[in-house]
């Protein structure tokens, strides 16, 4: 069993920064897949990163790939999702997801484990 717990979301300006952090309990964490997805008012919660077991490989939805950079910390259980360029259509509650597997990384019905969610809020 993973928790999961997000922080560092907020208001920002269209073309700064923020950096979401996502910290996970259990013994197990380097096992899991992590990911990050988002879902805007009125949509449904879409993919937007995911890395490996060790960080060894990540990959990005096409809306993000260039300004955004998903990390994770193994020792510390720790995975992170760095947002730089950020635009208004990135205003979403962002969540941080954990499976076993790798197949369909995209789907997050794939997903088993999720946290509470962070708001980001870009202004333009």
């Known amino acids: 069993q993973v928790q999961l717990v997000e922080s560092g979301g907020g208001l920002v300006q269209a073309g700064g920064s923020l950096r979401l952090s996502c910290a996970a309990s259990?013994?197990?964490?380097?096992?899991?897949?992590m990911g990050w997805f988002r879902q805007a008012p009125g949509k449904e919660r879409e993919f937007v990163a995911a890395?490996?077991?060790?960080?060894?490989?990540?990959v990005y939805a096409d809306s993000v790939k260039g300004r955004f950079t998903i990390s994770r910390d193994n020792a510390k259980n720790t995975v992170s999702l760095q947002m730089n360029g950020l635009k208004p259509e990135d205003t979403a509650v962002y969540y941080c997801?954990?499976?076993?597997?790798?197949?369909?990384?995209?789907?997050?019905?794939?997903?088993?484990?999720w946290g509470q969610g962070t708001q980001v809020t870009v202004s333009s």
């Open positions: 997801a954990g499976r076993y597997g790798i197949s369909n990384y995209y789907t997050e019905s794939e997903y088993a484990y």
């Open positions: 890395i490996t077991w060790r960080g060894a490989s990540a």
């Open positions: 259990g013994r197990t964490f380097s096992n899991y897949l």
